[in-house]
């Protein structure tokens, strides 16, 4: 069965630096991968969506990138803040590539604490 | 726009006891999905709608059953409870249908507990 995991529950850094936080997967080929943030007792938040035959994906202080070879993504916030504190979660589409289900699965998430 | 509208926000029972989660999106969307979050599981996905009139099971489906009742609505039954079903019910929705890449646009979360 597929089965996603996130680098680690929780990563610490201070204000300034760059966060990376890691998605691998595995028996999967998704044709994408999301990443949403979820703060604490509230509903996730779509950030990037990136395809299988894109390698980058940049939005403002945040990038994405998708190594369908290693099976992997890493997502990148640079010259990070408190207010980026968060949960972040990666997310990939079913292995039912073409056809009209449409499903969405989630990995546990990576709790990140920015300190000033 | 409300976006995604999930009710109730918190909700007790004791085992046994049936209770539907409602959901209401106003975005035009085709596909409606529920997800339970729990500590350390994240969000696993019970049933999805790709479209009005359609439905399907997720991961965990066992006790639960869904209803789509029309392009905007999609609600959550449980027929009777179970102390294991203690967790965050979400309610999300897609544009999308087919081979749809699109974003998700969640709900703000149904807190049920039962005793």
Not at chain 2, 63 to 82: I, Q
Request: proline content about 4%; overall charge positive; charged content about 20%.
């Amino acid at each position: 069965s597929q089965k996603i995991e996130q680098n680690s529950e929780a990563l610490n850094i201070q204000e300034g630096k760059t966060a990376t936080l890691t998605c691998n997967y595995t028996n999967y080929s998704p044709a994408y991968l999301q990443w949403y943030r979820q703060d604490p007792g509230r509903g996730p938040v779509f950030l990037l969506l990136i395809r299988e035959n894109e390698k980058e994906k940049r939005k403002e202080r945040l990038k994405v990138t998708f190594d369908t070879t290693l099976k992997q993504s890493l997502f990148h916030i640079t010259a990070s803040q408190p207010a980026d504190s968060a949960t972040y979660l990666c997310a990939l589409d079913g292995n039912d590539r073409g056809s009209t289900l449409g499903r969405l699965y989630f990995g546990r998430g990576t709790q990140l604490t920015v300190w000033p | 726009n409300a976006g995604v509208t999930q009710t109730p926000k918190f909700q007790v029972l004791k085992t046994g006891q049936s209770m539907t989660l409602q959901c209401a999106q106003d975005m035009n969307h085709n596909s409606m999905y529920w997800y339970r979050q729990d500590p350390g599981m994240g969000l696993r996905l019970i049933y999805y709608s790709a479209s009005e009139g359609t439905t399907d099971k997720g991961e965990v489906p066992n006790g639960y059953n869904v209803s789509r009742l029309n392009k905007r609505e999609f609600s959550l039954r449980l027929e009777s409870a179970a102390p294991s079903q203690t967790s965050v019910y979400f309610c999300a929705s897609r544009r999308g249908t087919s081979g749809s890449h699109g974003e998700l646009f969640f709900g703000e979360g149904s807190r049920l507990t039962v005793l």
